[in-house]
C-alpha cells in the first residue's frame, strides 16, 4: 500500500502511569473562620508577618523552595503539591503563583485608638474586591495608618481582594464599623478633618492645605458618596482633570488624591 504523501508522522511514545492509587486533592477546609491568601506577595508577606496566625500552606517545590531562600525560617512547614492542586482550590482563573494560605484575620484597632496623626481612608460603599485590593496596595505605598469600612456593602480581606493588594493587607489594617456616617461624626468629634472626594465638587484637591488627624472619604464608582457621607465631610473636593476623560478608577483616584495631600509638607499636617 502506497504511504500517503507529506512527511510521515511518529507516535508519543508509550509511558505506563505510576501504580498505586493518585494522592486526594487538597480541599478548603469549609466553616472555619479564616482568611484565603494566594500568590507571591500576598503570601510572603503574610509569612512574615508575626501577627498572623497561620493555619495551611500549600506550596508548589519550586514556590516553598522560593520562599525558603527569600524568608528563611518558615513560621509554618508548607505541604508540597502540584500547582494543579491549588488551581482545583481557587479556580482556573487565580494566578497563584504556587502559593496558597489559609490563617486568620489581623486584628484591626479601634477608631478611638488612632494616633493625633493618623491618616485614614474610609471607603462608602466600594464592593469591587480589585479596586479595593488596589486601595489597600497604595495605601501601604503612602503610609496610611488604617482603612475604616462597613461591614455590608464591602469585599472581604480574603482572596481576590486580598491578592489585588499585594502584600498591602499586612501593612494597613481593616476597620470595620456598621455605620459609616457614625464612624466619621465620631473621627470629627476626635479633632480629623474629614475630605471627600467627589467629582462635582467646587473645592480643587490642590488646593487644599490639609492637617492631621486626617481621614479621606471614597466613594462607589458612579453612584459616589451617599448623601450622609457628604454631610459628615469638613469639605468636598474634586480631582482637577485636563483632558477629555473627566473620571477615573476609584483606586487611581485614591492613589492621586493620597500623592497631592502627602506631598505638602509632611503630609495632611
Not at 459616589?224 to 477615573?248: K, M, Q
Amino acid at each position: 500500500m502506497t504511504p500517503p504523501d507529506g512527511p510521515p508522522r511518529f507516535r508519543k511514545p508509550y509511558r505506563p502511569r505510576p501504580q498505586g492509587p493518585r494522592p486526594p486533592m487538597p480541599k478548603a477546609r469549609e466553616g472555619l473562620d479564616h482568611v484565603v491568601l494566594y500568590g507571591w506577595h500576598p503570601v510572603s508577606q503574610a509569612l512574615s508577618n508575626s501577627g498572623r496566625r497561620l493555619h495551611r500552606l500549600l506550596a508548589t517545590e519550586n514556590a516553598a523552595a522560593r520562599l525558603a531562600e527569600e524568608i528563611g525560617t518558615m513560621p509554618i512547614t508548607p505541604e508540597i503539591v502540584r500547582p494543579a492542586a491549588i488551581g482545583s482550590l481557587l479556580g482556573p482563573d487565580a494566578v497563584h503563583q504556587g502559593l496558597y494560605l489559609e490563617a486568620d484575620p489581623l486584628s484591626a484597632p479601634a477608631l478611638d485608638a488612632m494616633p493625633d496623626d493618623a491618616l485614614l481612608i474610609a471607603l462608602d460603599q466600594i464592593t469591587d474586591p480589585h479596586n479595593v485590593g488596589a486601595i489597600v496596595r497604595t495605601a501601604a505605598a503612602f503610609g496610611v495608618t488604617a482603612i475604616v469600612t462597613t461591614a455590608r456593602h464591602s469585599p472581604n480581606a480574603t482572596g481576590v481582594m486580598a491578592k489585588s493588594a499585594s502584600g498591602g493587607l499586612e501593612h494597613v489594617p481593616m476597620v470595620v464599623v456598621r455605620n459609616l456616617g457614625d464612624a466619621l461624626t465620631t473621627l470629627r468629634e476626635r479633632g480629623f478633618s474629614c475630605i471627600g472626594l467627589d467629582s462635582d465638587a467646587e473645592t480643587d484637591l490642590e488646593a487644599l492645605t490639609p492637617r492631621r488627624p486626617a481621614v479621606i472619604v471614597l466613594g462607589a464608582e458612579g453612584k459616589g458618596l451617599r448623601h450622609r457621607t457628604r454631610e459628615c465631610c469638613d469639605v468636598l473636593a474634586r480631582i482637577d482633570f485636563t483632558g477629555a476623560i473627566r473620571s477615573l478608577n476609584v483606586s487611581n483616584a485614591a492613589a492621586i488624591t493620597l500623592y497631592a495631600l502627602t506631598r505638602k509638607g509632611n503630609g495632611a499636617a
